[in-house]
């Protein structure tokens, strides 16, 4: 199978982690929980808005690829979701619950714009 790029999935919860790595795995990318090697796109689950800013450093002092943060206290629509990515400086932020769709799409956009 072509192989669309290779994504870090930084998810505690294990059913969503193995929804995320099915998705991704299925659309043709290569996925893991574990920093094994450079990814092309880092996926973290960011719980709270309040500590958002000192995990995105963190993974950036370790993971030169783009972040797309996934959370369940970001508010659903295109424009919270533009407004918290810019001010978290992330390319992109996507409130659960999404869908499918939803994801490979903020996927794919993270990659181009990455």
Known sequence: MHRK???LILEEDVLIRELLERWLGEAGYAVSAAGDEGP???IADVPSPRRAQSVIQ???????APILVLSGRFTRGLAGSAEAARRLG??????KPF????LLS???ASLEEG
């Open 90 to 95: 992330v390319k992109k932020v996507l409130p």
């Open 58 to 64: 963190s993974l950036r002092a370790v993971y030169a």
């Open 106 to 108: 903020a996927v794919a």
């Open 99 to 102: 869908t499918r769709k939803e």
């Open 5 to 7: 790029g290779f994504v």
């Open 40 to 42: 092309s796109l880092v």
